[in-house]
């Protein structure tokens, strides 16, 4: 009842935000199952194809085929000269990279782990990402940065960090992160064809990843666009928002909560930054409840950026405490006990989810 009533006292702000969730739908029915690892290769072949500034670079690209297999065939069917393999070397070969960008060229930059990408942070920030602006907008940089990012499994601290809020955090750069293949294959083909730099942010774990596509997504012309999220389950109780692998872990927890009636609504956020903020909102001003969730650590984080942005949007909407699931606010342990219970799991969402819904004790209430 309180949620109806809110609803007619703000109706006509609903309605003009309710119309951002018409136009994230899935494609057509699926034809076939395609790996992650198999679109990403096929995206970048496909753009290469089609346009010859398009080359790749980074440790191990070419002649072994990409530490994870993205690039595999690439270097005999492009040649040296367009896939080039680097030394180790982070901050060398993305300066080159981006002087590469500047005189119109398109690279497409890989660090073997997003975790290395720290030794070329200066020319991502204080050069790609600035250029435009500096330049009043003479200069575009149609680069493309892309690895695995986050926690794989068992490599420690210093190769398991997320850096989807570091980066989204700067403006002048794009950040995408996919989850299925569907993402991968049109997020990295608009990352591609981007005049701008974009972070381009993977998941070590989903690369072997199979997951149904349709014609649509198969054809060479197909390219997801560039700041709009998907709603990858439809629900009326909580609004669950994800990206990369915890997608999936949402998916699972709302299968999870629907044998006890509560039906979540999934919200794959494909682009950090841009944020689409209005599917966002209007997923919660339908719900009234709002859980994020995300590897990375919880202060400053992806989930606290969406947070403010529901608050200052859709706070008379809210009928709950909104919940934030992240990763610990500790660097990742080696040991695999400790690391599952660095990570957000699928259990954690169901106790949100339950919490936001009533159907459990508050977390005060045990503490």
């Not at 072949?45 to 993205?70: C, H, N, R, T, W």
């Not at 919880?298 to 608050?311: K, L, T």
């Amino acid at each position: 009842m309180l949620a109806i009533a809110r609803q007619r006292i703000l109706g006509q702000s609903f309605q003009n935000i309710r119309p951002a969730v018409s136009v994230l739908r899935s494609y057509s029915s699926a034809a076939k199952q395609i790996t992650v690892r198999e679109a990403l290769n096929s995206a970048l072949d496909e753009e290469m194809s089609a346009d010859p500034k398009v080359f790749l670079m980074g440790e191990e690209v070419g002649e072994y085929q990409g530490a994870y297999k993205i690039t595999k065939g690439l270097l005999e069917k492009y040649g040296p000269e367009r896939v080039l393999d680097t030394p180790i070397t982070e901050a060398g070969f993305t300066g080159i990279g981006v002087g590469a960008a500047y005189y119109g060229l398109k690279p497409v930059v890989e660090f073997m782990t997003f975790n290395f990408s720290m030794q070329a942070i200066d020319h991502i920030i204080n050069s790609a990402a600035k250029s435009n602006y500096m330049s009043a907008g003479q200069i575009s940089v149609p680069i493309v940065f892309r690895g695995p990012n986050g926690a794989a499994a068992g490599v420690g601290a210093q190769h398991s960090q997320c850096y989807a809020a570091w980066y989204a955090s700067c403006p002048g750069l794009k950040v995408l992160s996919p989850y299925n293949s569907e993402d991968a294959r049109g997020l990295l083909k608009a990352a591609i064809r981007d005049p701008d730099p974009v972070v381009f942010l993977e998941n070590e774990l989903l690369y072997g990843e199979s997951f149904p596509v349709s014609d649509e997504v198969l054809d060479s012309s197909f390219c997801l666009p560039i700041g709009k999220a998907k709603i990858e389950r439809e629900g009326k109780d909580v609004t669950i928002t994800a990206f990369s692998k915890l997608v999936g872990y949402a998916l699972k927890a709302a299968e999870i909560l629907e044998k006890d009636g509560i039906y979540a609504e999934v919200i794959n956020l494909r682009s950090i930054r841009p944020l689409d903020r209005s599917t966002i909102n209007a997923s919660v001003r339908k719900t009234n409840r709002l859980i994020t969730v995300e590897e990375g650590f919880p202060q400053h984080g992806v989930g606290a950026e969406i947070c403010a942005s529901v608050v200052e949007e859709s706070f008379a909407y809210l009928d709950a405490p909104v919940e934030r699931i992240a990763g610990a606010d500790v660097p990742m342990p080696y040991a695999a006990n400790l690391e599952r219970l660095a990570v957000p799991q699928i259990e954690d969402i169901v106790r949100a989810a339950k919490r936001a819904c009533y159907r459990s004790v508050p977390l005060a209430a045990t503490a």
